[in-house]
């Protein structure tokens, strides 16, 4: 377990600064580089956004992102190895292999149910309330309801000044 959560620290800077991981798995990620078939071990990450695989070298790191609304379709297996994985994002097939732990099916069930979903970003609908209620104070300001000063006061707590 301290492989895994070393890796983990130093991944983390490369994650936003509200990315949030969910779960973390170690194993052996299947690809190509350069037209030759590669197996390379390092974590798979899921975060609320993203499922990131990221490897320690010798002399730097490798990082791959995979955004959860790009996973269209997603297997599991389990082998004498191991359990293994392999989804589909963005058309492109992602595998890994030999996965060993007890949080792989924390893992799996995670990754299902948050992919092909849109991540909504809470930024218009605040956007929107906010003119909303800016325009509502402007109402009652200009009705005699409220003062400027008030009227004042409450803009900037609405825009967070």
């Not at 299947?30 to 975060?47: K, M, W």
């Not at 956007?127 to 104070?137: A, H, K, T, Y």
Request: charged share 30%; hydrophobic share 35%.
């Amino acid at each position: 377990m301290a492989k895994i959560d070393k890796l983990l620290t130093k991944a983390q800077e490369y994650l936003d600064p509200n990315e949030e991981v969910q779960e973390c798995v170690l194993g052996a990620y299947e690809t190509e580089i350069l037209g030759n078939d590669s197996v390379r071990n390092g974590i798979f990450i899921a975060t609320d956004k993203r499922v990131v695989f990221y490897a320690k070298k010798l002399t730097g790191y490798e990082l791959e992102s995979f955004p959860l609304e790009n996973i269209s379709s997603f297997e599991s297996g389990k082998g004498m190895l191991g359990h293994k994985i392999s989804f589909f994002a963005s058309g492109n097939k992602v595998k890994m292999k030999w996965i060993q732990g007890e949080n792989v099916q924390d893992f799996i069930s995670y990754v299902r149910d948050n992919m092909g979903k849109r991540q909504s970003s809470s930024a218009p609908s605040e956007s929107s309330n906010s003119v909303d209620e800016l325009r509502q104070l402007a109402e009652l300001r200009d009705a005699g309801i409220i003062t400027e000063e008030e009227f004042t006061q409450k803009k900037k707590q609405v825009l967070g000044i």
